[in-house]
């Protein structure tokens, strides 16, 4: 450790106790390090203090600024000036930079290099264009430093650089002080001239000489240990681990990270999980708070299109709150309403929620619904009509902060530090008032604002371990130091010239730097910081990246260290290798001598023997009863014998019971389900399993399959209904094309005021579609011999299931709605079931298709029984049965069945509810079901698996009902 410059300062300091000592810092954590350092190692000092050049400028000046009525703009607020200059100079029809290339990163290029050009005291009078590489270029940048000039001077404003101004030539207020400083060369020339001004020959500089990492020569007060891990993770664990093995406290630790945004999530999130206090020297990322997870989720609903996921994903996570207290809905029951609106994307259609009026809708969800629809109006009148191409960083701000306050619950400091943020970022714009932007540009700067939030960042803090980065790392004076990432890639520096400002036009700017010099200062900078450490210094690097599966290159200074710990200055990095030995993976290298930290250490202990992995079954099946369970699963599959692991339950533990029960029903769907597949009626009617009923958008349609058909049915319905109210007296109905076309308009416009459409072109297209399927309906109905009796036939009786009794003798109970029915004669009656899909699984050779269609000869003898019981036809003889395809897709077909077939309908439904009762719920055989199955990700394989079981001789007694039904063609 360079320990003579400390000795330095502190003597130079405790020489003169009595006079004001100014040590100027970079940052103010850097000053109150370096002082708590002294004091720990050499005693107590008098009459010092730190400060930055900023805040000593800024206080000389202050009462002259004052006097003028001046205002001080910050960086942050420049930036604006540069970008709304920018603006203008577009408008203005200068061609160099065009409106397109106005993006954060150039603005942020431009607005550099008026800073460097104004610290060099650079103005635009003075700016030659000659030096640029382009004239359009020097023009451009000329006229842009001329425009931020004569805006500070027109709205009373400075910038930094201009303060320099408002300092006296000689300035005495401080002379009985002296200003310490270690390095004059990061300053640029204004800032030398401000310093200058204020200090005079009252500056000391005080340089540093050690550097590192030849600074770990010096034995006496280093010890150096070095190690490499296979990957990031297994890297900071080992560094975990050394730091808990050590007996000093946490407080006596520093981690100095060279990829700063990569390593701190990792280590936060292990720190967390280990119960770890630690400091964070840049923070955390924004994303590490409720409020700031919630700030993206907002401006990402913004950024795409109002897409309602965005929200519900910040719902369903616990981010933001549309409820108040004592709302009579809970967070559950919102989700819920809002996954199954149907609104999705685009403002208009965020109406629905208004518009809602389901029938089926109660209690909960109507008021569900009702708060998301007053919500969603309180966030609309914030946020800028969509309409509108250009928006302004300050009303997206506003909207967001409005929006964070109302449906966020800040429950730490971090959360409220992240609202109070925002907040000053608002009213800093205010002086500058960006100008108006399109909406993605402006939704971008504000994302950058968020995003470039940090929380929680503070300097080193007693009993806390400290996290800090390669930029300002190494200065806390503690006994223990790790610098991890040493790899070349993240260790060395890219010399990169500046994008405006090129090197061979800084050569004749005078005051400005080189890439190459600036290079070289970062770099010195760096290592005379790190050349004072002292006590522990454990250097290490990942050696392989388990991402791209690649090894690393070590970084050239871990090498040089590796040469003045060995004593061997011509070690190359074979010999490097040989030094770090064998890298640390994800566990301990030696459990019985090293603190294990969580958990899998210790397990991966119990099986990790002489450098091998054994065979830890056996602990795990002790530790896990679920293992054992698991291994009896996969030996009784791999048996010919159909068990329970297929879907033969016992009815002890599953009992269901349709036969004869007055107590359940069932719907004639859910037999047609279990003929299907028993093992997807398990699923939905036992286990009562249901797929989330989310809506899913797709842009390119205006209405789903639902909802189309729904609409077709309201016309349908309507329509017919009319005209039999018509033709009460008529054998046959009269039909009235125009009065079709009518309720038709009608009946669109009303799913159009529900669900607006994408777009007018998607809408009229559909319009179209349907009006043609109505047209078909039209030519269908004109052909039809009876006339239309019931509709919505609800098969209840007293509002209860209905019985309905089979022939032989068999009573189920069920419930069901029946589309129509027709009287075709005397007596005579046909039932119609309405459907918009295609017809071709309905095969006229097929009557009962082995029972996955029972509906149309269930609903004959329900509906006949129905006419009896309830005296609107006691001879009523329901003869036949039709599905019925009044659309393009249809082709206008019709599907009938002559109901002749009651004794074999009989014996089908017997076999299948015997099949139930009996707990017969194996996967079908028939594979291609599986594709349209809800439940195909939960049974993967299996109907593959019971195909090659199925004819097996011992599962034949247990399959008896379930394959007499195949029997049914």
């Known amino acids: 450790m360079n320990h003579n410059w400390f000795a330095d300062l502190y003597e130079i300091c405790n020489n003169d106790p009595f006079r004001r000592k100014i040590l100027l810092v970079d940052h103010y954590d850097q000053g109150e390090q370096w002082l708590n350092w002294i004091t720990k190692e050499h005693g107590p000092l008098l009459g010092v203090e730190t400060e930055t050049l900023r805040s000593l400028v800024v206080k000389r000046t202050k009462p002259e600024l004052v006097k003028r009525g001046l205002h001080l703009l910050n960086s942050k607020q420049t930036f604006w000036v540069v970008q709304n200059l920018m603006v203008d100079m577009v408008e203005q029809q200068d061609e160099y930079i065009t409106v397109e290339m106005i993006t954060p990163g150039i603005v942020q290029s431009f607005h550099h290099a008026i800073e460097e050009l104004r610290g060099a005291g650079i103005c635009a009078s003075e700016l030659s264009i000659a030096v640029f590489e382009h004239e359009k270029k020097g023009l451009y940048i000329n006229k842009l430093l001329s425009l931020y000039e004569h805006w500070l001077e027109q709205n009373n404003s400075t910038d930094f650089a201009g303060l320099l101004d408002y300092i006296p030539e000689a300035d005495t207020t401080a002379n009985n002080h002296l200003f310490i400083l270690r390095d004059l060369g990061r300053f640029s020339s204004v800032e030398k001239e401000m310093l200058n001004r204020i200090a005079g020959d009252r500056l000391l500089i005080l340089p540093q ?410 602990s795990i099946r002790q530790s896990f009863p679920f293992a054992a369970k698991l291994e009896q699963a996969e030996m009784r599959i791999s048996e010919g014998a159909l068990s329970e692991y297929e879907g033969m339950l016992s009815m002890d533990t599953f009992a269901v019971r349709y036969l004869n029960n007055p107590e359940t029903y069932i719907s004639v769907t859910q037999l047609e389900r279990y003929a299907e597949c028993p093992k997807r009626f398990f699923f ?89 399927d109505v047209a078909i309906f039209y030519q269908m109905e004109q052909k039809a011999q009876g006339r239309p009796r019931f509709f919505e036939l609800e098969l209840t009786l007293d509002g209860q299931p209905m019985s309905v009794r089979l022939d032989n003798g068999l009573v189920i109970r069920m419930k069901g709605f029946v589309d129509r029915v027709d009287e075709i004669g005397p007596h005579k009656y046909k039932i119609y079931d309405y459907k918009t899909g295609s017809p071709a699984k309905y095969d006229e050779n097929e009557y009962f298709s082995q029972g996955t269609q029972l509906q149309h000869a269930l609903y004959a003898v329900a509906v006949e029984q129905w006419l009896k019981h309830t005296s609107m036809d006691p001879e009523a003889r329901v003869v036949e049965s039709a599905y019925y395809f009044p659309t393009e897709r249809g082709k206008g077909d019709e599907v009938s069945r002559v109901q002749n077939k009651t004794a074999e309908l009989s014996e089908l439904v017997g076999h299948l509810l015997a099949s139930m009762e009996s707990g017969t719920f194996t996967a079908t055989t028939e594979s291609k079901r599986c594709s349209y199955c809800d439940y195909g990700a939960v049974c993967k394989n299996e109907s593959e698996r019971t195909k090659a079981k199925w004819n097996l001789e011992p599962n034949s007694p247990l399959l008896y009902h379930i394959k007499e039904v195949e029997r049914f063609g």
């Open 209 to 618: 000489t050690g550097a590192f990492p030849s600074s770990l020569q010096n034995g006496d007060h280093v010890a150096v240990q070095l190690y490499h891990a296979t990957g990031t993770l297994a890297e900071i664990r080992e560094a975990l681990r050394r730091i808990c093995n050590q007996v000093n406290s946490f407080d006596q630790a520093e981690i100095v990270v060279s990829n700063y945004e990569a390593y701190c999530s990792t280590i936060y999130t292990l720190s967390q999980a280990l119960d770890i206090p630690c400091t964070f020297s840049q923070g955390l990322p924004v994303t590490y708070t409720k409020v700031g997870k919630a700030a993206l989720v907002y401006l990402e609903w913004l950024e795409c299109n109002y897409d309602v996921e965005c929200l519900l994903k910040a719902l369903r996570h616990d981010y933001i709150s549309i409820l108040q207290l004592g709302e009579p809905v809970d967070q559950a029951d919102l989700i819920l309403a809002l996954e199954q609106s149907g609104i999705g994307w685009g403002r208009e259609r965020y109406s629905m929620l208004e518009a809602a009026d389901n029938a089926e809708l109660k209690g909960k969800h109507i008021e569900a619904t009702r708060l998301l629809d007053l919500a969603f109006k309180g966030l609309f009148q914030k946020v800028p009509d969509s309409r509108q191409v250009t928006w302004t960083p300050m009303v997206i701000l506003h909207a967001l902060i409005d929006f964070l306050e109302k449906h966020t619950v800040p429950n730490s400091d971090a959360d409220s530090y992240v609202i109070t943020e925002l907040i000053d970022q608002m009213k800093l714009q205010e002086v500058v008032s960006p100008r108006t932007l399109s909406s993605e540009t402006a939704l971008r700067y504000v994302k950058e604002m968020v995003e470039g939030i940090r929380i929680s960042g503070s300097g080193p803090s007693c009993g806390k371990l400290h996290i800090s980065s390669l930029q300002d790392g190494g200065i806390s004076g503690r006994t223990q130091t790790y610098i991890l990432g040493m790899s070349n890639e993240a260790w060395s520096l890219q010399l990169r010239q500046d994008p405006v400002l090129l090197d061979m036009e800084r050569r004749n700017l005078e005051g400005l730097l080189l890439s190459t010099e600036r290079t070289e200062h970062i770099i010195r900078e760096r290592e005379t910081r790190l050349g004072l450490l002292s006590g522990q210094v454990t250097l290490g690097y990942s050696s392989y990246d388990p991402a791209e599966q690649k090894e690393t290159i070590p970084a050239f200074a871990l090498l040089q260290a590796a040469r003045i710990v060995t004593d061997d200055p011509q070690m190359d990095l074979t010999g490097l290798g040989q030094v770090l030995g064998r890298p640390v993976g994800y566990m301990s290298i030696d459990p019985n001598g090293e603190h294990l930290l969580d958990g899998t250490d210790r397990w991966l202990g119990r099986f990790h023997t002489e450098g091998k992995l054994q065979n830890g079954f056996s």
């Open 684 to 772: 939905s009617q036992v286990l009562k399993l249901r797929v989330k009923e989310t809506a899913e958008f797709d842009r390119s349609k205006w209405l789903d399959a639902a909802s189309r058909g729904s609409l077709l049915h309201s016309i349908f319905y309507l329509y017919l209904k009319e005209m039999a109210a018509g033709s009460i007296h008529e054998d046959r109905l009269k039909h009235d094309e125009h009065r079709l076309q009518e309720i038709t308009e009608q009946v669109i416009r009303e799913y159009e005021a529900k669900v607006p459409p994408p777009t007018p072109h998607i809408y009229h297209k559909e319009c179209d579609s349907l009006r043609r």
